[in-house]
């Protein structure tokens, strides 16, 4: 019998990742265009600024904090189950967030959200593995998943500004229902039905460890890159921490652990996973500064913003499909490392950006961080869960999802601290006497004091922020440069011995120790 076409997916499975993908893009939208509806719906509710914070992160708090229960929870009780459980309370909690009549009542929605979202991500790619035996498949399937995730991420201020021209705010929290109720009624039909390991009770003590060791870091990290550096939020990251050891030691005393620390023996599994958080961790900041530039200093409404960052869709969508093709035949870390160095190449385009070149350079260099990216993001994913046991793939997608999110919100932290030293350094000396204490904080503190100045000195105000905004945007983009360039150099290190798919038998993992 020839095992490799026994273990090419066919076409049940290729329309079953179009089920599973079709709400990762809609899911995707729907969080990122919250940033465009909180001015509407804070004053449609008259949210305090308090309420406001929390609308904003209690979805991202509850994702990072329960997604490797979720994985976990799915390999046992079975992925599909958890993913169809998920997805029914996703589409509930958006329609009541949609029509929440108070910030209390939506808060509670936001935080069901963040527990419905918790269960898709690692189901989804923990169902990917179970559907695309197939290594090359497999790799390719994953693709095209993250294509519609970033799709969703950068469209989203696209959708959310059209939306929210022509309807209410509530709008944008029902992108994502359709889509669960198409899940819901064909995820049945397409996606396969393991009933899970079993693998004895949930340890609930291990639940609560796990969240009282990642809410407060997130926490924290969030914190500080809101407010800076502070005794609470860094006590904060400190517990979590101290809880987080706690919680790896009872683990490994565990026959049936939440979170299997044996994944870690696995090499490529650990390079994987922290190229995952650091490669997060600095792209994700990076995409941060890009929106405030155009929209503070280009002076963009965040439509036009949108528009602007399209051409990145379109290099990540391309950048993730051809990734698993070309691993084929050129190995991980060869590809992963030329996929960095583009992106390399993009950020030290970004420190050319000023008031003169306009937006083209920052357009071509967010293009090409994003064209370098596909090879790291697809490629370590697959690694991720290629490398667990099929009855581990939930825990191992858990654990890079978490290990995203973690770096994103770090990335955040870090470098926004870094751009937002820079930027008081620089208008230190240049903001023109009689300008408002604000606009030596941030620049959208800036922009708002310059609104209610007279001219000339409202023009001087602005363009000494934008200046050193812009400044601060260079220092951010370099660093991330040479961080980024270490991690090309470790994952080619530590990677080199992963052969290219077409080197391995299709039935075989391709990831080694």
């Given at each position: 019998?020839d095992?490799?076409?026994?273990?090419?997916?066919?076409?049940?499975?290729?329309?079953?990742?179009?089920?599973?993908?079709?709400?990762?893009?809609?899911?995707?939208?729907?969080?990122?265009?919250?940033?465009?509806?909180?001015?509407?719906?804070?004053?449609?509710?008259?949210?305090?600024?308090?309420?406001?914070?929390?609308?904003?992160?209690?979805?991202?708090?509850?994702?990072?904090?329960?997604?490797?229960?979720?994985?976990?929870?799915g390999?046992r009780?079975?992925?599909?189950?958890?993913?169809?459980?998920?997805?029914t309370?996703?589409?509930?909690?958006?329609?009541?967030?949609?029509?929440?009549?108070s910030?209390?009542?939506?808060?509670?929605?936001?935080?069901?959200?963040?527990v419905?979202?918790?269960?898709?991500?690692p189901?989804?790619?923990?169902?990917?593995?179970d559907?695309?035996?197939?290594?090359?498949?497999?790799?390719?399937?994953?693709?095209?998943?993250?294509?519609?995730?970033?799709?969703?991420?950068?469209?989203?201020?696209?959708?959310?500004?059209?939306?929210?021209?022509?309807?209410?705010?509530?709008?944008?929290?029902?992108?994502?229902?359709?889509?669960?109720?198409?899940?819901?009624?064909?995820?049945?039909?397409?996606?396969?039905?393991?009933?899970?390991?079993?693998?004895?009770?949930?340890?609930?003590?291990?639940v609560?460890?796990?969240?009282s060791?990642?809410?407060?870091?997130?926490?924290?990290?969030?914190?500080?890159?809101?407010?800076?550096?502070?005794?609470?939020?860094?006590?904060?990251?400190?517990?979590?921490?101290?809880?987080?050891?706690?919680?790896?030691?009872?683990?490994?005393?565990?026959?049936?652990?939440?979170?299997?620390?044996?994944?870690f023996?696995?090499?490529?599994?650990?390079?994987?996973?922290?190229?995952?958080?650091?490669?997060?961790?600095?792209?994700?900041?990076?995409?941060?500064?890009?929106?405030?530039?155009?929209?503070?200093?280009?002076?963009?409404?965040?439509?036009?913003?949108?528009?602007?960052?399209?051409?990145?869709?379109?290099?990540a969508?391309?950048?993730?499909?051809?990734?698993?093709?070309?691993?084929?035949?050129?190995?991980?870390?060869r590809?992963?490392?030329?996929?960095?160095?583009?992106?390399?190449g993009?950020?030290?385009?970004?420190?050319q950006?000023?008031?003169?070149?306009g937006?083209?350079?920052?357009?071509?260099?967010?293009?090409?961080?994003?064209?370098?990216?596909?090879?790291?993001?697809?490629?370590?994913?697959?690694?991720?869960?290629?490398?667990?046991?099929?009855?581990?793939?939930?825990?191992?997608?858990?654990?890079?999802?978490?290990?995203?999110?973690?770096?994103?919100?770090?990335?955040?932290?870090?470098l926004?601290?870094?751009?937002?030293?820079?930027?008081?350094?620089?208008?230190?000396?240049?903001?023109?006497?009689?300008?408002?204490?604000?606009?030596?904080?941030?620049?959208?503190?800036?922009?708002?004091?310059?609104?209610?100045?007279?001219e000339?000195?409202?023009?001087?105000?602005?363009?000494?922020?934008?200046?050193?905004?812009?400044s601060?945007?260079?220092?951010?983009?370099?660093?991330?440069a040479?961080?980024?360039?270490?991690?090309?150099?470790?994952?080619?290190?530590?990677?080199?011995?992963?052969?290219?798919?077409?080197?391995?038998?299709?039935?075989?993992?391709?990831?080694?120790?």
């Amino acid at each position: 019998m020839d095992t490799t076409a026994a273990t090419r997916a066919g076409r049940r499975q290729w329309l079953g990742l179009a089920v599973l993908a079709l709400p990762t893009l809609l899911v995707s939208i729907d969080v990122f265009v919250m940033l465009l509806a909180l001015p509407q719906l804070s004053l449609d509710l008259h949210a305090s600024s308090s309420q406001q914070l929390w609308i904003m992160d209690s979805y991202g708090f509850l994702l990072s904090g329960f997604m490797i229960t979720m994985g976990t929870l799915g390999d046992r009780i079975g992925r599909r189950r958890l993913l169809l459980l998920g997805a029914t309370g996703f589409g509930a909690a958006s329609v009541l967030a949609a029509f929440a009549p108070s910030p209390g009542l939506l808060i509670a929605a936001r935080m069901a959200l963040g527990v419905a979202g918790a269960t898709l991500a690692p189901s989804t790619l923990a169902l990917i593995s179970d559907m695309f035996r197939d290594g090359r498949q497999r790799a390719l399937a994953i693709g095209i998943w993250f294509g519609c995730f970033m799709g969703g991420a950068v469209i989203g201020p696209v959708v959310g500004g059209v939306m929210l021209t022509h309807f209410w705010w509530g709008s944008v929290f029902l992108l994502g229902v359709p889509a669960m109720v198409l899940l819901l009624v064909l995820g049945p039909v397409l996606l396969p039905a393991a009933s899970g390991s079993g693998g004895g009770r949930l340890d609930l003590t291990s639940v609560a460890l796990s969240l009282s060791a990642i809410l407060p870091v997130v926490y924290g990290i969030k914190e500080m890159a809101r407010a800076g550096v502070h005794p609470v939020p860094v006590g904060a990251v400190v517990l979590g921490l101290a809880v987080g050891v706690a919680f790896v030691r009872r683990q490994r005393a565990l026959a049936g652990p939440l979170l299997d620390l044996r994944l870690f023996a696995n090499g490529a599994f650990r390079t994987a996973l922290g190229g995952m958080l650091f490669g997060t961790m600095l792209m994700g900041a990076i995409m941060l500064f890009i929106t405030q530039y155009l929209e503070l200093v280009g002076g963009f409404d965040p439509l036009r913003a949108g528009f602007c960052m399209l051409p990145a869709v379109g290099c990540a969508t391309v950048s993730f499909l051809t990734a698993p093709l070309v691993a084929r035949r050129v190995r991980p870390a060869r590809l992963i490392g030329a996929g960095l160095a583009v992106s390399v190449g993009g950020l030290l385009l970004l420190t050319q950006v000023d008031a003169q070149s306009g937006v083209t350079p920052l357009i071509a260099g967010f293009a090409l961080v994003n064209l370098g990216a596909g090879p790291l993001v697809t490629l370590s994913t697959d690694l991720i869960v290629g490398s667990a046991p099929p009855e581990r793939a939930g825990s191992a997608a858990a654990m890079g999802e978490t290990s995203g999110e973690l770096g994103f919100a770090l990335g955040i932290a870090a470098l926004g601290s870094i751009g937002t030293a820079n930027y008081r350094a620089e208008l230190a000396g240049t903001l023109p006497a009689g300008a408002p204490p604000a606009a030596a904080d941030t620049l959208a503190g800036a922009t708002t004091a310059a609104a209610a100045l007279p001219e000339p000195l409202a023009g001087a105000v602005l363009g000494a922020a934008r200046a050193a905004f812009t400044s601060g945007f260079h220092t951010v983009a370099l660093i991330s440069a040479v961080l980024l360039a270490g991690v090309a150099v470790i994952t080619v290190r530590r990677l080199r011995h992963v052969p290219a798919s077409a080197e391995v038998p299709a039935n075989e993992p391709a990831a080694v120790g």
